[in-house]
């Protein structure tokens, strides 16, 4: 694909090239968009003593159990590591973390592990592990030998394990680090798979599902190999997305989809897989994905193939599977979706996740008002808030924060000693390398990743000098606000002379649409284009749809449907007076993506509203 490098001669012979606009914005030239395609890679340390004892321990029969963390990651590495084991002929076991105990392994981890699997002989670690100092030792004191595959940063003076495969070691050389702990155990697996089960490659190979999954949940960058991990992964979930009978009438007589009728054993992948050659522990991890999605479907979560790419991992099953710490609930559903003994338990289990993330939803919603109450009181606001929250919603409050306030946030407990320690969660925008700057303040851990980390102070009267620090950086925060004043999104389209095209320009929208689809996977590193429609409000017609009328359609002079999903109570009433009040605005702005949709053979463009901006004009 050749892709014009500057703004200049961006021209079609039908209108502009918004595409090469796009890319000369964001300085995406062809080699750009060749190298971040390039998945090569060094092996990882230490991978070759790892498979060579992994061999021994299959050879003399150990049982190995499995210690995953209890995020997305740790589920997708936990169930990655128990189906690849089994299919490889190993005696293993699953632990199901608890999130009480905090991401590093601990003693009682090995206590509870003693006493579930007292044939333990090998303990095997999944996206954590590298700093748990005090469980390794009570492991190896057990005379257990001690593997750890992790992707968190390895701190001094180094992780006590028999054998460590880390991208982010202290000793590693790995070119891009960036990789999530599924991806580290999947490589294990693999390098195993090449030298001692060459059989067995394609399926490891299908594990790819879960690696991928485990880098968009855990907000990998999606460049080199992170990019073909991705594009497997939602390649292998389509093909477990069982068909969808048309079985189902609607008021008017017309049959749609009937997804309760859907057949998971019926999704093509399943059909591929001889089932009777292969281990159980393998095949339900599989089966289990596809009641997963079944499950969503039913839930109106899931409504078509193309709804099932990378944005479904991120916003829907990411999110679902990390319920249940948010709301401190039971997190055995998330491993028994994959593990259950029957495709019934598997999607009561798939069920049960999908309600916690609606009570999630509804409790950061609830929580977010009171942090919010102008009778609130936050002193260190807007950098850091204090909450009644449980732990495990603070990040998802800080990222709501975040978003508010365009800057970093820290939300956390209100202190009550100012002499005890304090922790909490933070986030920031992709400008915004919060451990860095945190690393600045006497008596402050921060650990996680640039954007999203969990924060410790020492002592509580550190709090206004952390506040300070964050916002002693606002110079960035301003920088970048200002930039987004500029220009909310690569592109602007609508009426005005600032525009790249007109709305009614639809072929060049159309064109657009077609060529940025070859470049998925979007994600972290490699955002999604953003656009920014700037709609002449003279016959804007707006009006609620759903089933429960909670969606708004704004739809254009010239035909253009903008829809904007589950806004109508929040949205319409306020729209509807602005655009019927005395003194309308001659325009409106949104941020938006574009979207092809077909209807009966016939593809329109549409677009799909993410947010509202300042509106404009008089």
């Known amino acids: 694909m050749t892709m014009t490098t500057s703004e200049e001669d961006v021209s079609t012979s039908t209108g502009v090239d918004l595409f090469a606009l796009m890319c000369a914005r964001r300085?995406?030239?062809?080699?750009?968009?060749?190298?971040?395609?390039?998945?090569?890679?060094?092996?990882?340390?230490?991978?070759?003593?790892?498979?060579?004892?992994?061999?021994?321990?299959?050879?003399?029969?150990?049982?190995?159990?499995?210690?995953?963390?209890?995020?997305?990651d740790g589920i997708a590495s936990g169930i990655l590591g128990y189906a690849g084991l089994a299919e490889l002929g190993f005696n293993v076991n699953l632990q199901i973390p608890d999130y009480r105990r905090g991401?590093?392994?601990?003693?009682?981890?090995?206590?509870?592990?003693?006493?579930?699997?007292?044939?333990?002989?090998?303990?095997?670690?999944?996206?954590?592990?590298?700093?748990?100092?005090?469980?390794?030792?009570?492991?190896?004191?057990?005379g257990w030998i001690t593997l750890v595959t992790d992707h968190h940063q390895e701190l001094d003076p180094g992780c006590p394990a028999d054998i460590t495969v880390d991208p982010c070691r202290l000793d590693e050389t790995y070119a891009h680090p960036s990789i999530c702990g599924a991806a580290v155990l999947h490589q294990v697996l693999m390098a195993y798979t090449t030298r001692f089960a060459v059989t067995k490659t394609w399926q490891i190979r299908m594990l790819?599902?879960?690696?991928?999954?485990?880098?968009?949940?855990?907000?990998?960058?999606?460049?080199?190999?992170?990019?073909?991990?991705?594009r497997n992964a939602v390649s292998i979930a389509r093909m477990l997305r069982a068909p969808v009978p048309r079985t189902k009438p609607n008021r008017w007589g017309q049959f749609e989809p009937d997804y309760e009728a859907a057949e998971p054993t019926q999704a093509t992948m399943l059909q591929l897989m001889p089932q009777e050659s292969m281990h159980p522990i393998y095949y339900r991890a599989f089966l289990g994905f596809a009641v997963l999605l079944k499950a969503f479907g039913e839930a109106g979560k899931l409504r078509a193939d193309d709804d099932l790419a990378e944005d479904f991992f991120g916003f829907y099953l990411a999110p679902a599977m990390n319920s249940p710490r948010r709301i401190e609930t039971d997190l055995a559903p998330c491993f028994e979706v994959f593990t259950a003994a029957t495709p019934e338990a598997m999607h009561q289990a798939a069920d049960t996740v999908i309600e916690y993330s609606q009570i999630r939803k509804d409790m950061t919603s609830q929580y977010l008002q009171e942090i919010l109450d102008p009778d609130a009181d936050q002193p260190l606001a807007p950098w850091v808030w204090f909450s009644q929250a449980p732990v495990g919603m603070q990040g998802l409050l800080a990222n709501q924060l975040m978003h508010r306030t365009g800057g970093p946030a820290i939300v956390m407990a209100r202190p009550v000693d100012e002499a005890a320690p304090i922790g909490g969660s933070g986030r920031a925008p992709s400008w915004f390398p919060i451990i860095d700057v945190l690393a600045q303040v006497p008596g402050m851990y921060a650990i996680g990743h640039q954007q999203a980390c969990g924060v410790k102070l020492t002592r509580a009267d550190l709090l206004f000098e952390l506040a300070e620090t964050l916002r002693e950086n606002s110079a960035l925060a301003a920088a970048a606000a200002s930039k987004q004043t500029e220009r909310a999104g690569d592109l602007r389209i609508g009426s005005g002379p600032d525009c790249d095209t007109d709305l009614d320009d639809?072929?060049?929208?159309?064109?657009?649409?077609?060529?940025?689809?070859?470049?998925?996977?979007?994600?972290?590193?490699?955002?999604?284009?953003?656009?920014?429609?700037?709609?002449?409000?003279?016959?804007?017609?707006?009006?609620?749809?759903?089933?429960?009328?909670?969606?708004?359609?704004?739809?254009?002079?010239?035909?253009?449907?903008?829809?904007?999903?589950?806004?109508?109570?929040?949205?319409?009433?306020?729209?509807?007076?602005?655009?019927?009040?005395?003194?309308?605005?001659?325009?409106?702005?949104?941020?938006?993506?574009?979207?092809?949709?077909?209807?009966?053979?016939?593809?329109?463009?549409?677009?799909?509203?993410?947010d509202q901006l300042e509106d404009t004009g008089a």
């Not at 061999?55 to 997305?72: K, S």
């Not at 109570?569 to 409106?588: F, I, K, S, V």
Request: hydrophobic share 40%; charged share 25%.
């Open 103 to 142: 991401h590093e392994l601990s003693v009682a981890d090995i206590e509870e592990i003693d006493q579930l699997f007292p044939d333990t002989a090998v303990l095997l670690t999944c996206d954590g592990g590298v700093n748990s100092h005090e469980g390794l030792a009570a492991a190896r004191a057990k």
């Open 27 to 72: 300085g995406w030239d062809q080699d750009y968009l060749e190298r971040i395609e390039d998945d090569d890679h060094d092996q990882l340390r230490d991978i070759v003593p790892m498979i060579e004892c992994l061999e021994q321990v299959r050879a003399q029969g150990l049982q190995v159990t499995i210690a995953p963390d209890f995020d997305m």
């Open 506 to 610: 639809t072929e060049a929208m159309a064109a657009f649409i077609r060529r940025i689809s070859m470049l998925r996977p979007f994600g972290h590193g490699f955002p999604p284009p953003s656009i920014e429609l700037v709609v002449d409000t003279n016959r804007l017609e707006i009006r609620c749809i759903g089933s429960e009328k909670q969606h708004l359609q704004l739809v254009t002079s010239g035909g253009l449907k903008m829809l904007w999903w589950n806004s109508a109570a929040q949205h319409y009433d306020r729209l509807y007076q602005q655009l019927n009040g005395d003194q309308p605005p001659q325009t409106l702005r949104f941020t938006a993506s574009l979207q092809l949709n077909e209807f009966r053979g016939v593809q329109r463009v549409q677009a799909v509203i993410d």
């Open 208 to 230: 790819q599902l879960f690696a991928g999954l485990g880098t968009v949940s855990d907000v990998m960058p999606v460049l080199y190999e992170n990019r073909a991990l991705v």
